[in-house]
């Protein structure tokens, strides 16, 4: 069995079981899988490593017998040269979303798929139905929050993605609520690069603001997420598997 050493419930496994597990993610029960972090928000540099999230669909049978248990409803792996590989069960992705977490949040939103099964086009279809007001609020603000607090803490041995980060969930926050959708690719990385040179104080009033704006701008997403429309699709899923 794995070990949870960061606190998200995302399990981290032996070299072997890593090497084991991923094998029996074969193509076929890949529902979605993209490239994310800075290679897909523009906000590469020349240290920048790739990540790769995914979501596999676990055979119902396995779910419903005696030994499936949470150490297998996600892999990850973190590889030698900093390369993120994570994957998560449809059971427990749904759950999680549900929960309004930015970054499977917008693992719903990518500009492109590296895989994209039915059930995958079929969780896209259905991506409003975890958006809501107060849970994009508080999940994206929770999150912005804390990336703020420890930069400034930090400063000036912060790391300067921690400020980008700050700065890039608190647009996606305002984008969805105000809009309903999202681009996880920035169409003005610049921006913010632009924070690795500011003062403290100039940093400080950048995140602030935008932080202040995910709790004030007006919101069309609904008021609860739909769960039904979710479950109707997760009990699809588990019939077809």
């Known amino acids: 069995m794995g070990t949870d050493h960061s606190g998200t419930g995302i399990l981290y496994h032996s070299a072997q079981n890593q090497k084991e597990e991923k094998e029996a993610l074969t193509f076929t029960n890949i529902a979605l899988e993209a490239i994310t972090g800075s290679r897909a928000y523009g906000l590469t540099h020349a240290n920048?490593?790739?990540d790769k999230m995914g979501i596999f669909v676990a055979p119902t049978v396995d779910i419903a017998g005696l030994d499936w248990n949470s150490s297998k409803e996600s892999w990850s792996d973190a590889g030698p040269t900093g390369d993120d590989t994570t994957y998560h069960e449809i059971g427990k992705y749904v759950k999680l979303a549900l929960k309004s977490n930015p970054t499977l949040i917008e693992?719903?939103?990518?500009?492109s798929y590296e895989s994209l099964s039915l059930e995958g086009k079929a969780l896209l279809d259905i991506r409003s139905s975890f958006l809501y007001t107060e849970g994009i609020r508080n999940a994206y603000y929770g999150y912005a929050v804390a990336q703020h607090a420890r930069v400034i803490r930090e400063y000036p041995d912060h790391k300067p993605k921690m400020a980008r980060h700050c700065l890039r969930i608190s647009h996606q926050a305002i984008e969805l609520l105000e809009t309903g959708t999202c681009s996880p690719r920035l169409?003005?990385?610049e921006v913010y690069f632009d924070l690795d040179y500011m003062t403290l104080p100039d940093?400080?009033?950048?995140?602030?603001y935008a932080l202040e704006k995910i709790l004030t701008c007006e919101s069309v997403l609904a008021d609860k997420p739909d769960r039904d429309t979710v479950r109707d699709y997760l009990r699809d899923v588990r019939l077809n598997n």
Do not use: A, H, K, Y
Not at 107 to 111: E, H, K, P, Q, S
């Open 203 to 208: 940093m400080d009033r950048t995140m602030s």
């Open 107 to 111: 693992l719903l939103f990518m500009d």
């Open 187 to 189: 169409s003005n990385p």
């Open 48 to 50: 920048s490593d790739t």
